[in-house]
């Protein structure tokens, strides 16, 4: 099933259910044959090794689509850079996307995020639509041997 994120509206409130990819190598190859070039949400790890991974970002990519940003964080030739700065080459990275074609949406599920994780962007905004806003985090069936995301 495609990753993808669905909302329902209930009593003003906002339920979304973000159905990931796998977590996918960082890498430039991966990038352009694997990542589509569609607006959406990601997450960005390092993987030092060992059964779990650590989320060191999360952000959104709607112009240019999930292709180019994430390709903007590692590759020095991209022609689509972000803010000037790389991951650093050091270390492995890996990532996990889910496609929506709404920045609002993407306002309020980094919104719940950031209040929920207290590491993210304080002052991310949300859309001002919904009274509350939920997320559910649908991961893809596990595989052997896959690393998985620390929480």
């Given amino acids: 099933m495609e990753p993808s994120v669905s909302k329902q509206i209930r009593a003003g409130s906002a339920y979304f259910s973000i159905r990931w990819s796998r977590l996918l190598p960082l890498e430039k190859d991966v990038v352009i044959r694997k990542i589509p070039s569609t607006a959406g949400i990601y997450e960005v790890y390092r993987y030092a090794g060992g059964p779990t ?7 959104r990519a709607y112009y240019g689509g999930l292709r180019n940003t994430l390709r903007g ?14 991951l650093p080459q050091n270390e492995r990275h890996l990532v996990r996307y889910s496609l929506t074609e709404s920045s609002e949406d993407m306002n309020d599920i980094l919104f719940f995020f950031a209040g929920r994780d207290n590491c993210e962007d304080p002052d991310q905004e949300h859309s001002g639509r919904y009274q509350y806003i939920y997320v559910k985090d649908i991961l893809p069936e596990s595989i052997p041997n896959e690393v998985t995301p620390a929480q």
């Fill in 73 to 86: 964080l590692i590759d020095p030739i991209s022609p689509y850079p972000l803010n000037g700065e790389l």
């Fill in 53 to 59: 991974a650590e989320i060191i970002g999360r952000s």
